[in-house]
């Protein structure tokens, strides 16, 4: 059905103009609802992208339910957003996790430095009787053939983390994000349209089909081939209104940018790499009441103090 996108062609089709993309997400949501017979529904996380994705749905399909799974990490200014739309009229069901963050972290530990080592680092610190060569190619690099691989080894920056007075995990996505949306699957039997796009980056990159119909998990990415400027020109083209969290403010006097993203407000995972000031130090300005919580309430202040990446706000930096 032409959803298979090579990287040549997706490099073509991510230049082509907004219209036209327009026009291909439109034709991606036809196959993907006639397909399906109608039995389908947007992931709807509030965010400006699924906001775009909701938006050319509903105008071909407007009775296509949008699920947003509440977990208790969204900016307040999303769940907001999420909600006004649902008092609207739009057809929005919301669901929440089985667990809440501050279980997940008490139990299983911070989510830290990326997916990929949290999830090493986990694997180490929980040994058992069958995960003997699994820690040992973690710790060392080395498989049971005798070959090494550098990408299969923590990198040494962080082995610190697995006798850290604290656990490292990056297992709340799927308790938090993944479970819910698994649920109302079973509970619907309906297909999902997902708004990601493959110049995010990461395993967005590497993704080739918008319409998976035969994958494992079968889901619909029909703006897989957008930019982040394409959303914001269609935004500001059509007038949409969006969450308030990603305009520049002033709270308590204090400039504020807007946010970039907006996933799960205590996640730190990439938070390492980011410019001073960080999520959590303009989190602490913009969102002072979730902050501490996330600080002290919960610990997270000595996890980030244990990987050297500062939360505290800077009387010094300009956020502006």
Not at 301 to 317: C, H, K, S, T, W
């Amino acid at each position: 059905m032409g959803s298979l996108i090579v990287s040549s062609g997706l490099k073509q089709r991510q230049s082509l103009p907004l219209d036209a993309k327009v026009a291909m997400t439109i034709s991606r949501i036809k196959q993907w609802y006639e397909h399906f017979d109608g039995d389908v529904y947007g992931s709807f996380s509030g965010g400006k992208d699924s906001r775009v994705m909701m938006d050319l749905i509903w105008s071909i399909y407007p009775d296509v339910p949008a699920l947003f799974v509440n977990t208790g990490l969204e900016y307040p200014e999303i769940v907001q957003f999420v909600m006004a739309k649902k008092k609207q009229g739009y057809p929005v069901d919301i669901y929440r996790p089985l667990r809440t963050f501050r279980d997940v972290v008490l139990n299983d530990g911070f989510p830290l430095i990326s997916k990929k080592t949290a999830n090493m680092i986990r694997r180490v610190q929980n040994p058992t009787p069958n995960n003997g060569a699994t820690r040992n190619l973690y710790l060392t690099g080395f498989r049971r053939d005798g070959v090494y691989k550098q990408g299969s080894k923590i990198p040494e920056r962080w082995m610190k983390l697995i006798d850290a007075p604290f656990k490292t995990t990056e297992v709340c996505c799927d308790v938090l994000k993944k479970e819910p949306f698994r649920r109302y699957q079973r509970d619907t039997g309906r297909y999902p349209f997902v708004g990601v796009m493959a110049g995010e980056g990461g395993n967005r990159s590497t993704l080739t089909e918008c319409n998976a119909f035969t994958a494992k998990a079968p889901q619909s990415r029909p703006m897989l081939f957008w930019t982040e400027s394409d959303v914001w020109q269609y935004i500001t083209e059509r007038g949409l209104d969006y969450a308030s969290v990603y305009d520049d403010r002033v709270v308590n006097g204090q400039a504020v940018p807007g946010e970039a993203r907006t996933g799960c407000m205590f996640c730190a995972f990439g938070a390492h790499l980011e410019s001073v000031p960080n999520r959590f130090q303009r989190m602490a300005v913009s969102h002072p009441k979730q902050w501490s919580y996330c600080m002290n309430n919960l610990g997270m202040g000595e996890a980030l103090d244990f990987i050297g990446v500062e939360y505290r706000p800077d009387q010094q930096i300009d956020l502006v």
